[in-house]
């Protein structure tokens, strides 16, 4: 089996989560800059086959376009382009901070730890992943 790698863009860190090799559960993986994707992304499609990506895009159900739309549009057209094999799946990212943010309070992290750059966005990527997960089953 082959799993699946999901991202949640931001301008300034870009949150990575993993499946599982049989693509049942989401992890959060890592974060990592917009420079950096290419490096830590081919680490992860090379270490254990991958089936897809997975990009969280705002306002997908809604149809609103957001002040990040763009960004993450030319993030998807950079990641098809790296890898064209490979299928890039849209999965809407509404509320997906808040609810990352809500479950590590739920989880027991320490406030200090909450703050830490990058956290939110891993969780919020598995989140994200988690969410294509459901709808494909």
Known sequence: MARFI??????RRIGIAVTDSGAM?????STCSP???P???????????CAGLVLGQPGLISGDATH?????????????KR????????????????EASAALVMGGMKKSKRREKGNLDKVAAAIILQRFLDQRS
């Open 35 to 37: 420079a950096e994707w």
């Open 6 to 11: 999901a991202f949640d863009f931001g301008t």
């Open 39 to 49: 490096q830590v992304v081919d680490r992860l499609t090379t270490a254990e086959p």
């Open 25 to 29: 559960i989401a992890a959060p993986e």
């Open 68 to 80: 990040s739309s763009s960004h993450i549009e030319a993030f998807a057209a950079a990641l098809r």
């Open 83 to 98: 890898y064209p094999d490979l299928p890039l799946h849209l999965v809407d990212e509404d509320y997906s901070s808040r």
